[in-house]
């Protein structure tokens, strides 16, 4: 395997076969770390593949998305696991049993579609913070859904913008917009333009300026919209 060298440790323990990296340095030598290393300049993932000939690429994707971006462009590997944490993913011929993720892996999961009517209304719920909202982190359980989060902007990255759509959702969903608002309704609202739902798009442009008027990736998201 080629792995991310913070996951090292933990794959030594649990993983039957050799970690490619791990946070012993001085075992691994510095012609080695350099390799891992400038394997997030582009191309770099690919030119270790080539060198090294893993069978699987594992790592927490929230630490590397450069890593996800170098995947999304080689279509000899393929993504056989992931969960708000980690992903796993096989080179073409390896263990094809196991297929790669697909919208109905995604579904089997709870991750369905969300029909527009009903984003409209998840989003419209969405309201800046008030002094009754910060009191309420006072005597009432606070959601803070962040695995959802880093499994929203991973599905993002991978392009699978439909199960992308429903995450993000359902953290605005879950912590009632109070969870990083902003930056889900700047993914979100990018998610929308990707997929041509421009009315959704507008609603997250809006709401963010609503929370913070000067936000620039609002107004950014809103001039590729139109609207000045």
């Excluded at 279509?75 to 011929?93: G, S, T, V």
Aim: with cysteine; charged share 20%.
């Amino acid at each position: 395997m080629i792995n991310q060298l913070d996951a090292g440790p933990w794959l030594d323990w649990r993983a039957p076969q050799p970690v490619f990296i791990d946070d012993r340095l001085e075992a691994m030598g510095d012609e080695l770390y350099s390799e891992y290393v400038h394997s997030y300049d582009p191309g770099g993932l690919g030119r270790l593949i080539v060198k090294y000939r893993p069978d699987l690429v594992v790592f927490r994707h929230f630490d590397d998305h450069n890593w996800v971006f170098q995947l999304r462009d080689m279509p000899e590997w393929r993504l056989i696991y992931a969960d708000e944490c980690a992903a796993i993913y096989a080179a073409k011929d390896y263990a094809p049993s196991f297929p790669a993720f697909s919208s109905a892996d995604w579904a089997a999961r709870g991750i369905k579609p969300v029909p527009d009517p009903e984003a409209a209304q998840i989003l419209g719920a969405v309201n800046p913070p008030s002094v009754g909202t910060w009191l309420q982190g006072f005597y009432e359980k606070q959601d803070f859904p962040f695995g959802l989060m880093n499994l929203a902007v991973f599905l993002s990255n991978t392009g699978q913008y439909e199960a992308a759509q429903s995450l993000y959702l359902e953290v605005l969903r879950q912590s009632g917009g109070k969870y990083q608002a902003g930056d889900v309704l700047h993914n979100l609202g990018q998610v929308y333009i990707l997929t041509r739902k421009y009315d959704l798009a507008r609603i997250c442009v809006e709401k963010a300026l609503a929370l913070n008027p000067g936000d620039s990736q609002a107004l950014q998201l809103r001039a590729t919209l139109g609207g000045g």
